[in-house]
């Protein structure tokens, strides 16, 4: 399976500090997507890497793609309350299907 | 646009009544998925369309599963009999390669979810 898994579960910080979640796959991608969701809403795109990318920003975003470890990691800078949520990878093979990982939740405290 | 748009956002019902989830595209939006999440499982890929056929359904779990796309802006997911098990959020999305600005499906664009709890 080509479905990624979030490190850590669950991070807990406090309002301006940065947060890094990592994502791990297991075979070769064509791109990798991160989403958030809030509590009880639909999963909205944040940024998608290629495999050919290293590295992409967007606004207080920072994502890193190492396809040599199977490995990403999504960087949110100066984190807000508002920032609270669930984070997904999701992997995309050579059907470019995203396939989700089961999230990290982060909590942001004011 | 307004978005992917889900009905009902919410629904109770007794173990074996049938179930129908609805779901509205983004217009002018080929591709179309029927996810499921779960606190056990996660988000799972039950089924996607691609211009109203249906490419995939391996994730569809059982024969009690259905899912249609009559025409480019409408799809159902319908679940006959229901069970307990089945409680969960079922999300509709879609995208288009185009609305990615390239060849490969891209972004995903998710509706609100339909949150099912089978008593």
């Known amino acids: 399976s080509q479905q990624g898994e979030e490190d850590p579960q669950a991070l807990s910080i406090q309002e301006g500090e940065n947060a890094t979640m990592n994502c791990s796959y297991k075979t070769s991608i064509n791109n990798l997507q991160w989403y958030r969701q809030n509590s009880g809403r639909g999963l909205v795109h944040l940024i998608l890497?290629?495999?050919?990318?290293r590295e992409k920003h967007s606004g207080r975003l920072r994502v890193t793609l190492d396809t040599s470890k199977k490995s990403s990691s999504l960087l949110i800078t100066a984190s807000r309350a508002a920032d609270t949520a669930s984070y997904f990878c999701a992997t995309a093979g050579g059907s470019y299907i995203p396939t989700f990982g089961r999230g990290t939740s982060l909590i942001v405290h004011p | 646009d307004a978005g992917v748009i889900q009905s009902p956002r919410h629904e109770v019902t007794e173990m074996g009544q049938e179930v129908t989830l609805r779901c509205k595209p983004i217009?002018?939006?080929?591709?179309l998925f029927w996810y499921r999440q779960t606190m056990m499982r996660g988000l799972e890929l039950l089924i996607y369309f691609n211009n109203n056929v249906p490419i995939d359904d391996s994730g569809m779990p059982e024969d009690r599963f259905s899912a249609k796309m009559p025409n480019a802006s409408f799809s159902t997911l319908k679940i006959q009999p229901s069970e307990p098990r089945d409680s969960a959020v079922y999300f509709c999305?879609?995208?288009?390669?185009?609305?990615?600005?390239?060849?490969?499906?891209?972004?995903?664009?998710f509706g609100e979810g339909s949150r099912l709890t089978v008593l």
């Open positions: 999305a879609s995208t288009s390669p185009r609305a990615s600005g390239g060849s490969n499906t891209g972004e995903l664009f």
């Open positions: 890497i290629r495999s050919n990318e």
């Open positions: 217009s002018g939006h080929d591709y």
